[in-house]
Antibody, heavy 120, light 107 residues
Framework: EVQLVESGGGLVQPGGSLRLSCAASGFTLSSYWMSWVRQAPGKGLEWVANIKQDGSDKYYVDSVRGRFTISRDNAENSLYLQMNSLRAEDTAVYHC?????????????WGQGTLVTVSS | DIQMTQSPSSLSASVGDRVTITCRASQGISNWLAWYQQKPEKAPKSLIYAVSSLQSGVPSRFSGSGSGTDFTLTISSLQPEDFATYFCQQYNSYPLTFGGGTKVEIK
C-alpha cells in the first residue's frame, strides 16, 4: 500500500524557517517525480515544487522560488521541503504527492498533509 | 501561467442525479488534464488523468471528456459518498495549476 506521511509543520514567525519531511512507503521512491502541493485554509490547491527521481531537476512556483528548496533522499525514502523567509501567505496545509515517471505530471497518491502557520 | 477556471463553484444535487462539472483552461493543454476529489480534512484523491482515464479503483460512474481548453467531469448517478469538492489540474506546462474547485452538496 502506497503511503505518504508528512511531518514538520507548526507555528513559525514571519521571516522564520521550517523543514518539512515526507516519509514514503509501499513503492520505490526513486522511480517517481515527487511534488509538494499546498492548500491555504478554506482555499484551493497550489502546486509548490517538484523534483526528478535522482534530484537533478527541480521546478518551483514563482511565489516560493529562492525561498523554498525541495530535496529528496531515496535511500531514506524521504522527500523534504526547506522553507525560509516565511510569509503569512505561506500559511497552508502542505501535502506531498507522487507524480509519474516522466516530467510534468498529475498526482496519483497524496499524503494527509502537515499544517504550517506563519504568524507573529 | 495557465489559468484553470471551474464552474460552477458549488452545486446542490440529490442522490441519483447526473452531475457535470466544467473546467476551462486559459490556453490549450492537449489531453494533460486530471481530476481529484477531496473530502473535508482529507487528502485529495485522484479520479481521472489524461482527460478520460479512470484511476484504478475509481467507480465507473465517474467519467471525463473534453479536449484543448474545455473539459468536463461527469458523475452519472450521484452517490452519498460523492459529496465532496472536485478539482481539475493541468499538467501541460509549469507551473502546474489547479482549478478553484467545485463543491458538491446535498440538496
Amino acid at each position: 500500500e502506497v503511503q505518504l506521511v508528512e511531518s514538520g509543520g507548526g507555528l513559525v514567525q514571519p521571516g522564520g524557517s521550517l523543514r518539512l519531511s515526507c516519509a514514503a512507503s509501499g513503492f520505490t521512491l526513486s522511480s517517481y517525480w515527487m511534488s509538494w502541493v499546498r492548500q491555504a485554509p478554506g482555499k484551493g490547491l497550489e502546486w509548490v515544487a517538484n523534483i526528478k527521481q535522482d534530484g537533478s531537476d527541480k521546478y518551483y512556483v514563482d511565489s516560493v522560488r529562492g525561498r523554498f528548496t525541495i530535496s529528496r533522499d531515496n535511500a531514506e525514502n524521504s522527500l523534504y521541503l526547506q522553507m525560509n523567509s516565511l510569509r503569512a501567505e505561506d500559511t497552508a496545509v502542505y501535502h506531498c504527492a507522487r507524480g509519474e515517471i516522466g516530467n510534468l505530471n498529475y498526482f496519483d497518491y497524496w499524503g494527509q498533509g502537515t499544517l504550517v502557520t506563519v504568524s507573529s | 501561467d495557465i489559468q484553470m477556471t471551474q464552474s460552477p463553484s458549488s452545486l446542490s444535487a440529490s442522490v441519483g442525479d447526473r452531475v457535470t462539472i466544467t473546467c476551462r483552461a486559459s490556453q490549450g493543454i492537449s489531453n494533460w488534464l486530471a481530476w481529484y476529489q477531496q473530502k473535508p480534512e482529507k487528502a485529495p484523491k485522484s479520479l481521472i488523468y489524461a482527460v478520460s482515464s479512470l484511476q484504478s479503483g475509481v467507480p465507473s460512474r465517474f467519467s471525463g471528456s473534453g479536449s484543448g481548453t474545455d473539459f468536463t467531469l461527469t458523475i452519472s448517478s450521484l452517490q452519498p459518498e460523492d459529496f465532496a469538492t472536485y478539482f481539475c489540474q493541468q499538467y501541460n506546462s509549469y507551473p502546474l495549476t489547479f482549478g478553484g474547485g467545485t463543491k458538491v452538496e446535498i440538496k
